[in-house]
């Protein structure tokens, strides 16, 4: 399946919203910092739909839509952009649950390293997934991600505490393969030094 990342909209949390069911699902997907379960549109669009945040760093989400449907099948995007370093964070991630295990999650990681180091000319972009997460963690792999250490005991989910790989890929390390920057349009505001 062909995918195609665009601006995360308002019209795109109602998918959002009914791909996340459960307060482990929502911790695994973003922790437990940014929302609170049960999950609702006012909480999404806060997060997602803000650019510009109160520490004057930025944030950019995109949706995955598969290129025939035009339906959403994943998400994927920036949530704290340092431009004096040239960095950024990756994440939230999460695909469609009826679509997982055919490469969106590769495809969504892909496009996104090259609108970061490409359109945005980062140099280091990081990530934090579980280290039960061996799916993602592969998945990160593949793209050019490297292990820099874990985050134990991160954050407790019933019983249990979960811990966290902390992973990163510098611009050298990422390949993007023939074929065109992102084809999405970055504001200038994203790319300023």
Same mark, same amino acid.
């Given at each position: 399946?062909?995918?195609?990342?665009?601006?995360?909209?308002?019209?795109?949390?109602?998918?959002?919203?009914?791909?996340?069911?459960?307060?482990?699902?929502?911790?695994?997907?973003?922790?437990?910092?940014?929302?609170?379960?049960?999950?609702?549109?006012?909480?999404?669009?806060?997060?997602?739909?803000?650019?510009?945040?109160?520490?004057?760093?930025?944030?950019?989400?995109? @949706?995955? $839509?598969?290129?025939?449907?035009?339906?959403?099948?994943?998400?994927?995007? +920036?949530? *704290?952009?340092?431009? &004096? !370093?040239?960095?950024?964070?990756?994440?939230?991630?999460?695909?469609?649950?009826?679509?997982?295990?055919?490469?969106?999650?590769?495809?969504?990681?892909?496009?996104?390293?090259?609108?970061?180091?490409?359109?945005?000319?980062?140099?280091? @972009?990081? $990530?934090?997934?579980?280290?039960?997460?061996?799916?993602?963690?592969?998945? +990160?792999? *593949?793209?050019?991600? &490297? !292990?820099?250490?874990?985050?134990?005991?991160?954050?407790?989910?019933?019983?249990?505490?979960?811990?966290?790989?902390?992973?990163?890929?510098?611009?050298?390390?990422?390949?993007?393969?023939?074929?065109?920057?992102?084809?999405?349009?970055?504001?200038?505001?994203?790319?300023?030094?």
């Amino acid at each position: 399946m062909k995918t195609q990342l665009t601006r995360i909209k308002e019209q795109h949390l109602t998918d959002l919203l009914s791909w996340v069911t459960s307060y482990e699902e929502m911790v695994q997907w973003s922790g437990p910092w940014n929302f609170s379960f049960p999950l609702d549109e006012q909480q999404l669009a806060s997060f997602f739909l803000a650019e510009v945040l109160d520490d004057g760093l930025q944030r950019t989400q995109f @949706i995955a $839509l598969d290129r025939e449907t035009q339906l959403p099948v994943g998400q994927i995007g +920036y949530s *704290r952009i340092w431009m &004096r !370093t040239n960095s950024a964070h990756l994440g939230p991630v999460i695909v469609h649950p009826a679509m997982r295990g055919r490469g969106i999650g590769s495809q969504m990681v892909k496009d996104v390293l090259k609108i970061g180091f490409g359109d945005l000319r980062l140099h280091r @972009i990081e $990530l934090v997934v579980f280290d039960f997460n061996q799916t993602a963690i592969a998945c +990160y792999e *593949r793209a050019g991600f &490297r !292990t820099e250490g874990t985050l134990r005991d991160i954050v407790r989910v019933g019983n249990k505490y979960w811990h966290w790989r902390a992973m990163s890929i510098l611009e050298h390390e990422f390949s993007s393969g023939p074929g065109p920057q992102s084809g999405v349009l970055i504001g200038k505001d994203h790319c300023s030094k």
